[in-house]
């Protein structure tokens, strides 16, 4: 349920920002969510869990790659 919720939320939040971003945007609202580049796209901040996500791939990298170099030494 509560992660329904969370979608829920983050569904409204896009919605809000693209309604944002065709308005042109330039006055009131946070712009900081989107940085327009010269390649034609928006970049979106990073939520918190696509930051655990990020985190928790480089851990499982690290360990197999810790796990890999003690495995060659015997």
């Given at each position: 349920?509560?992660?329904?919720?969370?979608?829920?939320k983050?569904?409204?939040?896009?919605?809000?920002?693209?309604?944002?971003?065709?308005?042109?945007?330039?006055?009131?609202?946070?712009?900081?969510?989107?940085n327009?580049?010269?390649?034609?796209?928006?970049?979106?901040?990073?939520?918190?869990?696509?930051?655990?996500?990020?985190?928790?791939?480089?851990?499982r990298?690290?360990?197999?790659?810790?796990?890999?170099?003690?495995?060659?030494?015997?």
């Open positions: 349920m509560e992660m329904m919720m969370g979608l829920d983050l569904v409204m939040s896009l919605k809000s920002k693209l309604r944002f971003s065709r308005r042109g945007g330039s006055s009131g609202g946070n712009s900081s969510y989107f327009s580049t010269n390649c034609g796209y928006s970049k979106v901040e990073k939520s918190e869990s696509m930051r655990m996500e990020m985190k928790s791939r480089k851990a990298k690290l360990i197999a790659d810790t796990l890999k170099i003690a495995d060659s030494k015997t």
